[in-house]
């Protein structure tokens, strides 16, 4: 079974513009989960998706956003970017509310 | 105030010299412990779930255990591949599905 999958594996951008991350969850789960990771930070969470609706998110400004597909893939994008966003970003998916999460290995954003 | 505490931050331990690392929570309401293992460059893999005090689990030299307030990952005898970051996260019950972690405990094991 596929585990879940993130592209591309490392961005470097520039401060002000946009990135897109992509994330394909494990066959068979609904729900994607994005989270930063930042240098000697623990894992912060940024947005949730089920079944197409975002249901929850963190403690981040708007532009930190995304979607999810009919095909339960997602897309996290970040405007105006910052160099504080440099980080991993990390996608997981669940198969249902009391599962555990299970992630793939992240996109490393590098912003210059 | 942190909700989920990881104690210690940083543990080196000789190949076999077995040890605990902390997970402890303020919140109440828990409604699942998860343990991760997390490796440089890598997200974190999935070890166990726990869900109510009293309750353990186990995987080869790893066994983690669940009170109220605390959950403990026991090592017992481990070997340099045991070296990784270990995360705990907490779901509550008034969270939706929405996780919080620790910041990890940092384990390098010594041949």
């Known amino acids: 079974e596929a585990g879940v999958t993130q592209s591309p594996t490392h961005l470097i951008k520039t401060r002000g513009q946009q990135a897109t991350l992509r994330c394909s969850p494990i066959?068979?789960?609904?729900?994607v989960y994005w989270y930063q990771q930042a240098l000697g930070l623990g894992l912060q969470f940024l947005l949730w998706?089920?079944?197409?609706?975002?249901?929850n998110r963190g403690n981040f400004p708007p532009r930190f956003s995304g979607r999810q597909f009919p095909n339960y893939s997602s897309e996290l994008n970040v405007n105006a970017l910052e160099l504080e966003d440099s980080a991993l970003y990390l996608c997981?998916?669940?198969?249902?509310?009391?599962?555990?999460?299970?992630f793939g290995d992240g996109t490393r954003l590098s912003i210059l | 105030e942190d909700q989920v505490t990881q104690s210690p931050e940083a543990l080196r331990l000789q190949e076999g010299e077995s040890s605990s690392l902390n997970c402890s929570y303020t919140?109440?309401?828990?409604?699942?412990l998860f343990w991760y293992r997390q490796d440089p460059g890598k997200g974190p893999e999935f070890l166990f779930t726990?869900?109510?005090a009293g309750e353990e689990k186990e995987k080869e030299r790893l066994k983690a255990t669940l009170t109220k307030k605390e959950s403990f990952l026991h090592i017992t005898a481990p070997k340099p591949e045991d070296s990784a970051t270990y995360l705990c996260?907490?779901?509550?019950?008034?969270?939706?599905?929405?996780?919080?972690f620790g910041t990890g405990t940092s384990l390098t094991v010594i041949p």
């Open positions: 997981a998916s669940s198969g249902g509310i009391n599962q555990p999460q299970h």
């Open positions: 066959s068979g789960h609904t729900s």
């Open positions: 998706y089920d079944e197409g609706e975002e249901r």
């Open positions: 919140v109440s309401g828990l409604r699942g």
């Open positions: 726990l869900y109510s």
């Open positions: 996260a907490v779901r509550f019950s008034n969270t939706g599905n929405q996780f919080y």
